[in-house]
């Protein structure tokens, strides 16, 4: 039988009990996308986006600060 509790916490090797009630659910914010001019299905495919305004190079660097 799971003992697994929809409020249990894992933390290592201890586990304990999420005071749920005293955090409320997280609240996200997303603007509505304008719509705009689009690319063709494949630079679309190929971009990720159909949207050019969001076609954004990832400056994002892996493990290193």
């Known amino acids: ?14 586990t304990g009990s999420f005071p749920s009630s005293r955090f409320p659910v997280g609240m996200g914010y997303v603007p509505w996308q304008q719509w705009g001019m689009t690319y063709e ?7 990720g986006t159909i949207f050019p305004c969001l076609d954004l190079p990832f400056l994002g660097r892996r493990g290193k600060s």
Request: aromatic letters at 4%; proline letters at 5%; a positive charge.
């Open 41 to 47: 299905p494949a630079k679309a495919l190929k971009s």
């Open 1 to 14: 039988m799971n003992s697994y509790s929809q409020n249990s916490v894992s933390s290592g090797s201890e």
